[in-house]
């Protein structure tokens, strides 16, 4: 268990829909990542928080947006699903940047199907 | 622009035999880390080992090891002793460049031990 929490594990829904992916760190990171893993895509970084502010953007796409809460749990909205946006969706954590080393650890992962 | 290959989509590999995974990489950042997880069937990523380019030893952990080669840029993952369990998609990932320290994927290779 890496410490890092993600709900739901697993997630319905059809085209057009709205859905939000919920994530928890270990306890004393203040840097969140998200990821998306597909088939075609491989993983993905798409946004990064650290502390509550938003410190990088990836290849997230417009109709996905993110924010970091002061108890520094993060959430991943994502609207007018598509197809193509079926996925396993993933939470990290890390303590921070500052340091070459950064071992990020993942939580379980949401998988999102778009029917 | 940063990029990690790992050319094997797939090997097996006898139970009780070594096996060595492949990855390069490319960067212009002389400060960098490298990093191998591990996803089971199940899913999750799982952290393996880190390599810091500053580091003067080849890092180990436990029945992993990371054959590391600057000058040619590759960062071969060892994995001693196979046992059933180590069945899984294994993926070498470097981290960012800018401040962000996301991680950039390679694209995986698929382990499977024979028994």
């Known amino acids: ?115 | 622009a940063q990029k990690i290959t790992q050319t094997q989509p797939g090997m097996f590999v006898q139970e009780k035999e070594a096996v060595t995974l492949d990855c390069t990489y490319d960067t212009s950042d002389p400060s960098y880390g490298l990093f191998w997880y591990k996803q089971p069937s199940s899913g999750e990523m799982i952290f393996l080992i880190y390599q810091g380019s500053y580091d003067q030893q080849n890092a180990t952990e436990g029945r992993y090891s990371l054959n590391f080669q600057k000058a040619r840029k590759s960062a071969n993952l060892v994995i001693s002793a196979s046992q059933l369990g180590d069945s899984a998609m294994y993926f070498c990932a470097m981290r960012g460049e800018d401040s962000s320290y996301k991680l950039i994927f390679g694209s995986g290779t698929r382990l499977l031990v024979r028994p």
């Open chain 1, 1 to 115: 268990d890496s410490g890092v929490t993600q709900t739901p594990k697993h997630l319905i829904t059809a085209t057009g829909q709205r859905v939000t992916l919920r994530c928890s760190p270990r306890s004393g990171d203040l840097s969140v990542y998200w990821y998306q893993q597909s088939l075609d895509q491989g993983l993905q970084f798409l946004i990064q928080y650290y502390n509550g502010e938003e410190r990088a953007k990836g290849n997230i796409l417009e109709r996905f947006s993110a924010q970091q809460f002061p108890d520094l749990h993060s959430e991943l909205n994502l609207s007018s699903l598509e197809l193509g946006d079926s996925a396993l969706y993933f939470c990290a954590s890390s303590v921070g940047g500052g340091s070459t080393y950064n071992e990020q650890f993942f939580g379980p992962g949401t998988r999102l199907t778009v029917l």
